[in-house]
């Protein structure tokens, strides 16, 4: 399947940071790990979907890959998680706390967790897994030693996030399967980068949230 490409740059889907006891009832895997485990959510389209369709029939491997951008005009955590030609992206600040608690939760456990809430054209509201992970030294020493956001003002956020995400369709359309591939650009709306955004006037956002809270089953 082919799939169009979004270049909508100001236009984000919003992910967040939650703990794992929010599914165990509705899903069994989410019973496997501690209740206060975190996980990773992310909003899909009904383009995302289709494609997760795909990758999930094609029964390829599952990985999740981290990196930092520093070629934004702040430090920018991006996290991909990949199956098959669908890829889900967290952009997230560097420096926020829940952010590398999260990674140290998940580097003890040698696996994370992620779960996509899904549009109304799907048969269910969300899918849960997890997924090894591990996060190499390199990256690790980037962490900052002090856990505070490391976008300098309100504008910094924006700016970064919208750099980050244009770089990310920038590699997809230097692919050569570029038109079979699939991305969901999602913000992990973590406190330090909420309360940036409360501090910028609603008529000077370029980021728009894009998040429905769903029913989980």
């Not at 939650?18 to 485990?37: C, H, Y």
Request: some cysteine; charged content about 20%; glycine content about 4%.
């Amino acid at each position: 399947m082919k799939y169009e490409p979004d270049d909508n740059s100001g236009v984000f889907s919003v992910g967040q940071v939650v703990e794992a006891k929010m599914f165990q009832e509705g899903f069994p895997i989410a019973r496997s790990v501690p209740a206060d485990f975190p996980v990773f959510t992310a909003s899909l389209e009904n383009l995302d979907y289709l494609a997760l369709v795909d990758a999930v029939n094609a029964d390829g491997l599952v990985s999740l890959t981290a990196q930092m951008m520093n070629d934004t005009s702040s430090e920018v955590f991006h996290l991909t998680l990949t199956s098959g030609a669908f890829r889900v992206h967290w952009l997230c600040d560097a420096g926020a706390r829940e952010l590398w608690s999260a990674l140290e939760v998940w580097k003890a456990a040698n696996e994370c967790a992620f779960a996509l809430m899904l549009p109304g054209s799907a048969p269910y509201d969300c899918l849960f897994s997890k997924v090894e992970f591990a996060i190499s030294a390199e990256l690790e020493e980037l962490r900052p030693n002090n856990l505070e956001s490391t976008m300098t003002s309100d504008s910094d956020l924006v700016r970064a996030m919208v750099e980050a995400r244009s770089e990310v369709i920038r590699m997809r359309k230097r692919s050569e399967t570029a038109s079979n591939q699939r991305d969901s650009i999602n913000v992990l709306m973590t406190s330090s980068i909420a309360q940036q955004m409360r501090n910028t006037p609603s008529n000077e956002r370029t980021i728009a949230a894009n998040y429905v809270a769903k029913t989980l089953h």
